[in-house]
């Protein structure tokens, strides 16, 4: 096991959290009189900052402990505040494997922290050389590894990333936004054998809940513990808390939902490899494409003149589209809007 305080600021270890009314005193009946909320209305109350019910929940689906769950403003907030327990700002580096989420770079750049790239191979793939390149680089404090990759699709090599949970010196994080759309098995499964890393899932993909900002991050009690103390007091709304739960009560229906998408994705897949426009269907285990097209650009707009908007990724990976999977009337629509170009 490592010792996860290397890897953490000594500022962060210290910091003594804010103690929230709610955080102190918590009941279904009595007078409350602690928290200066007013009397009146139906959303007066503050909501439980330790999220309970729904870690409850979660702990038993997932089958981990309360304490090793932290809930999250959506998965960006808890990535935001892993880079905050670990990074000193102008001093350390987090590192990504591109092309990847663009937020990693963003949250970089907020807490004024370096962003080293390391370039995935043409599949998008890791490689025994970049893995040794990882492990050796000086200053990293997090490695950021998204599994399903977005905007790629393929999940990563699993004995080269356990190369890497066990030779990083930092924190690794695994985000695992799409892993429902996926053969593979989620890492939370393993999170004992490694205890720098941390798993991020959300409710805004496979649980349909983007609008509710719900995200979820397993790891040790200790990480855990640490994102706790650093977090805002009422981080998660009481309404999107409910809504998180609700998610988790109808799995049957999502799980069918998730069935829909996977055969809508191999459905669109197939039909787009027939087109001479596309130049390459890349494999995915999301909920979302990429295809290479002669002309990104112009494939963009064309459908957006249709009425049809996906996302260029061009900067990332020349001429590339990436669309989501969506409802079957929807993807028909596509095919026949670029059947119809070809
Ligand atoms: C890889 C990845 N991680 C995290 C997120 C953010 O998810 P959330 O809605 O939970 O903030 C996204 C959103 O698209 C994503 O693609």
Known sequence: MKDIQAYIRPGMLKLQAYSSARNEFQAENGIFLDANENPFGTLNRYPDPLQLELKARLAEIKNVKTSQLFIGNGSDELIDLLIRISCEPNQDKIGILSPTYGMYKVLADLNSVELV??????????????????????????????????????????????????????????DEAYIDFAEQESWIARLNEFSNCIVSQTFSKAFGLANARVGVAYGSEELIGLLTKIKAPYNVSGLNQTAALNALNRMDEIQEEIAIIKAERENLIAELSKLPLVKKMYPSEANFILLEVENAEEIYNELLSKGIVVRNRTK???????????????NEQVITALKNRS
């Open 316 to 330: 990332d990976v020349k001429n590339t589209i990436r669309i989501s999977i969506g409802t079957p009337a929807e």
């Open 117 to 174: 790239d390391f370039r995935l191979n043409d599949e998008f793939q890791l490689t025994q050389e970049l893995v040794d390149a990882i492990c050796t680089t000086n200053d990293l404090k997090v490695l950021m590894i998204c599994s399903p990759n977005n905007p790629t699709g393929n999940c990563l090599d699993v004995q080269l990333l356990e190369q890497i949970f066990q030779r990083f010196k930092g924190l690794v994080l695994i």
